[in-house]
């Protein structure tokens, strides 16, 4: 068996950047085996056809979603997000990375989608409510003809209730899972890690779903949740590392954004590129977003995964190759971060397999640059985040300020050209107090960082 010093050798050979993955210092790896998308489309498993048919299932339940959750109504039961402008903040990241960073900046919003607060209400909520569906036509009580408002009702919260749901989560994955389960009338239990705030636990027990606690990571969690699903009867297993339900769940995102960035008039073609910059924990979340948008853009869009720097399983597992037969604790890294949706140390493999030809690029950063980057947009634009929301802001400075990728083709005579989109996951839902500490220690080192350029100024 090899040692640990024996395998960062060993794969450091191709992986040229592994040392300063293992030594947790920030990096941006381009990805050498980008495809163009009708190329790639022949190399991966994940297909249209699977996102379209999510998209209608979606369509059908929007009756029951308005009906059940009130917050959705104005939507008509659509659980969507705005895109909004940066302009304020665009200008305080300049100046934070003391760079120029041409385009556009926008702030996809899905911290503030209905429900559960996250961008795990898309594939969460759907992969939910793909079993509710399914249960309820073997039942012989649904058609796909009926309208779904009826599944909010005693009739239909009785037989879901002799089904359980079970799930591995770090926190915002098992809000959506046990919110949407427990409101149809599912035993709705989430196994929780260690990385999992107090606040998410809490939310869940009052919304009577069982809560198992772990000192342990991501892996553990899903782990055991498996194991219990396992050993009871008529248990749905949500598995964050390998389903593809949440996949296209999240993977619908992307043909709605599409309307919604033609609604502003933004064109995306050749000459006006796409540049998406998505948070990453086990890669489910970004993954799906990322292969609707090539569907959605082709060859126009160009997606980035941003890492903690303690806890770039992704990157690890598609640098490598070894997807998800790799983890950062096998590296020598404690997996362990600020950014809790994002402290997971053994990636997807269904994601590292898909997103091998179709992303540009993974970025890490530090932790301390999530909570710097929390107080500048609440500073800016007054939107409150969770700390690995704020991952995208970085990814876009990284980006841009390497002059190799921007020397690139993808880049050369567009610089100016090209719409940005930070996706911002999850922050909504976070209690005033906790926004509060996270908002005070981010300023806090915004404060000392000034403090430290003044003084080698002078």
């Known amino acids: 068996m090899s040692t640990q010093s024996e395998f960062i050798t060993e ?23 980008i495809l163009p998308f009708d190329k790639a489309c022949h190399q991966i498993d994940v297909k249209k056809e699977a996102e379209e048919d999510a998209s209608e299932r979606l369509e059908r339940f929007r009756p029951y979603i308005a009906k059940a959750f009130p917050e ?42 209905p429900i559960s607060g996250s961008i795990k209400a898309r594939g969460g909520i759907y992969e939910v409510l793909k079993y509710a569906e399914t249960i309820a036509i073997e039942e012989g009580i649904l058609r796909l003809e009926d309208d779904y408002s009826i599944l909010d009702s005693d009739e239909f919260r009785d037989v879901f209730g002799r ?24 035993k709705a239990t989430v196994h929780m890690s260690a990385d999992a705030r107090q606040w998410k ?29 396992e050993r009871i009867q008529n248990c749905h297993f949500v598995d964050d590392e390998a389903s593809t339900d949440l996949f296209f769940g999240y993977s619908v995102a992307a043909r709605r954004l599409k309307k919604q960035l033609a ?4 064109v995306v073609d050749v000459d006006h590129p796409l540049f998406v910059y998505l948070p990453c924990g086990v890669g ?4 799906g977003v990322s292969f ?28 490598t190759g070894l997807n998800e037969n790799v983890s950062a604790q096998d590296f020598g890294l404690d997996g362990l971060t600020a950014a809790d949706g994002l402290a997971v140390s053994r990636p997807s493999g269904l994601v590292c397999r898909a997103m091998a030809p179709l992303i540009d690029g993974i970025c890490t950063i530090e932790d301390n640059e999530f909570y710097k980057l929390l107080a500048l947009l609440a500073d800016a634009e007054g939107v409150k985040l969770e700390p690995s929301a704020l991952a995208g802001f970085a990814g876009m400075a990284k980006v841009l300020g390497n002059e190799e990728y921007v020397q690139s083709g993808k880049l050369l005579g567009k610089i100016n050209e090209v719409t940005h989109i ?37």
């Open 292 to 319: 609707g948008l090539k569907l959605a853009f082709g060859d126009n869009v160009h997606c980035f995964f941003v890492e903690p720097t303690h806890a770039p399983a992704v990157l690890l597992g598609m640098g």
């Open 263 to 266: 609604d502003l008039c933004v």
């Open 422 to 458: 930070v996706w911002a996951t999850g922050g909504s839902m976070v209690p005033g107090s906790d926004w509060e500490i996270y908002y005070q220690h981010g300023a806090d080192l915004l404060a000392r960082q000034n403090e430290e350029e003044k003084s080698i100024q002078n």
């Open 201 to 229: 636990k809490d939310l869940l027990r009052a919304k009577g779903v069982k809560v198992l606690e772990y000192d342990a990571d991501f892996s553990h969690a899903v782990a055991q949740g498996h194991a219990e699903a």
């Open 163 to 186: 089904y359980s749901i079970v799930v591995g989560s770090t926190g915002n994955l098992g809000l959506s899972i046990g919110i949407m389960g427990a409101s149809l009338g599912f």
């Open 72 to 113: 959705t109504q104005q939507s008509g039961g659509i659980i969507e997000s705005d895109l909004v402008d940066a302009k304020a903040m665009h200008e305080k990241l300049e100046e934070h990375y003391s760079l120029s960073l041409p385009g556009r900046l926008m702030i996809k919003l899905d911290s503030h989608l």
């Open 11 to 33: 794969y450091s050979k191709e992986f040229s950047q592994l040392h300063d993955i293992v030594a947790a210092r920030e990096v941006f790896w381009v990805n050498p085996g």
């Open 284 to 287: 489910g979340g970004p993954g």
